[in-house]
């Protein structure tokens, strides 16, 4: 289990920078009214956010479960479930906006209409 949840780190760490960088940066639109697509990309991008912060709070408990477990292999089994399951959470969400960008650009749509 010790194998996978470093891998597992490992691997978010090296993506993410690199998800990072390869974002094109554009200077953004005002918009006088508000469509459907500007809204639900709003909304996206609010809950995209919000996951990464229930994420990171499960990693901090995790953490603090781990250095308050004494030695217990429940609360120890516990906290590396909390990890494992934060981990895969960011990484289905990445993975998940990056599908829609890609089939966005694939569509011609111009990198998923604004998703990414």
Do not use: H
């Not at 949840?5 to 639109?29: D, F, K, N, R, Y």
């Not at 005002?30 to 499960?58: H, K």
């Not at 995790?62 to 308050?68: C, E, P």
């Not at 516990?78 to 494992?84: D, E, G, K, P, Q």
Request: aromatic letters at 10%.
């Amino acid at each position: 289990m010790k194998k996978v949840l470093v891998s597992l780190t490992l691997i978010g760490l090296l993506i993410v920078p690199a998800l990072v960088l390869a974002q094109a940066v554009q200077a953004p639109e005002l918009e006088i009214c508000c469509g459907p697509d500007s809204v639900l990309y709003r909304v996206m991008n609010w809950l995209f956010t919000i996951l990464l912060i229930v994420a990171a709070i499960f990693i901090i408990i995790a953490a603090y479960m781990f250095v308050t477990a004494a030695g217990d292999p429940d609360k120890t089994k516990t906290a590396r479930n909390f990890v494992l399951y934060a981990l895969i959470g960011v990484l289905v969400a990445f993975g998940a906006r990056g599908l829609v960008s890609l089939v966005g650009t694939i569509a011609g749509t111009g990198g998923g209409g604004g998703w990414w």
